[in-house]
């Protein structure tokens, strides 16, 4: 089994930067595909940044949200990474880390991901 513990949130302004760490345990990530995904209140989960094992270490965004974030895995501490910038209202959200046993997934659906994260809030404050 894998436990994905989530950190980093919390409240924020407009315009700051946010780093979001998700700490696997139990079990060795580096052959997983690993994402991002948030949820806002009344939405659907939605995918925002992965890092497969292909490629180098690929990591691959969602389109409305490219350039504004930057995915990476550090293997040997087992963790995966999330940076925001220019943090507007409509990033406030739950964030989730997954995980994929897939290795060389691009997957964006959250039903292709094995573990799940608690998740952890951003409130990005106007």
């Known amino acids: 089994q894998v436990r994905l513990v989530e950190s980093g949130g919390g409240l924020v302004q407009i315009g700051e930067p946010l780093r979001l760490s998700c700490a696997a345990f139990?079990?060795?990530?580096?052959?997983?595909?690993l994402a991002w995904f948030r949820q806002s209140s009344g939405k659907n989960r939605e995918f925002v940044a992965g890092?497969?094992?292909?490629?180098?270490?690929?990591?691959y965004y969602a389109g409305s949200l490219n350039d504004r974030l930057i995915t990476w895995r550090d293997n040997t501490a087992n963790t995966l990474y999330l940076e925001i910038h220019s943090l507007k209202p409509d990033d406030t959200a739950v964030y989730y880390c997954?995980?994929?046993?897939?290795?060389?997934?691009?997957?964006?659906?959250?039903?292709?991901?094995?573990?799940w994260g608690q998740g952890t809030q951003v409130t990005v404050s106007s």
């Open positions: 890092v497969n094992t292909w490629r180098r270490l690929s990591a």
């Open positions: 139990g079990r060795a990530v580096n052959t997983y595909t």
């Open positions: 997954a995980a994929d046993e897939n290795g060389g997934s691009q997957s964006r659906y959250v039903g292709d991901f094995d573990y």
